[in-house]
């Protein structure tokens, strides 16, 4: 009888395998989960630089076309020499400057503390508004104007700015442009 049993059938699944199994599957979840996280960081990243890139654009674009049309100040603005055209001051957050536009409106470009972050300002006459959103902290503004007693003096404009969020978005970056008054009466 010994010899007419039927062999057992062994198909089933060992421990081992599933211990394997399960680590494998889990490997696998971990690292697709570390990659995904890579990439929305990523974006993130990008994004952050994005907006600073675009925030500077459209400051730049705002002030240059300011900058090339002032005109020589003649008693008109307080701030600037009566025979210049631009002056340049400082105070506790950056450099300030002065000048009068194509409109006759004595303008200032400063940089003004909002809550908290630090936000660039154009002042015209009486009005007073900020240029760059308060998603943008500017830490540094400075402006040089060379030739200042020539018809057409250089303005050299550099600041550095980031993204306000965590640390590992914030985007810092740094921007220098030269202008030059444009205004020949």
Do not use: W
């Not at 020539?150 to 969020?165: E, F």
């Amino acid at each position: 009888m010994i010899g007419n049993r039927k062999k057992l059938d062994k198909s089933g699944v060992s421990l081992v395998e599933v211990v394997v199994s399960v680590l494998i599957f889990t490997t696998l979840i971990l690292s697709a989960t570390q990659i995904f996280k890579l990439v929305i960081d990523g974006q993130r990243s990008a994004i952050a630089s994005q907006n600073v890139q675009e925030s500077l654009k459209y400051f730049l674009e705002v002030t240059a076309k300011e900058i090339r049309m002032a005109k020589k100040d003649g008693g008109a603005c307080i701030d600037v020499p009566d025979d210049k055209i631009f002056a340049v001051s400082s105070n506790a957050l950056g450099d300030v400057l002065y000048f009068r536009n194509y409109y006759n409106q004595c303008v200032t470009y400063s940089l003004a503390a909002d809550s908290d972050s630090q936000r660039f300002r154009i002042e015209r006459d009486a009005d007073s508004a900020f240029i760059s959103p308060s998603k943008i902290k500017i830490d540094d503004l400075n402006f040089n104007v060379l030739n200042a007693t020539s018809t057409q003096p250089l303005v050299t404009i550099s600041l550095k700015a980031h993204a306000l969020g965590t640390a590992q978005f914030e985007s810092e970056m740094i921007i220098q442009t030269s202008l030059t008054s444009r205004y020949y009466k």
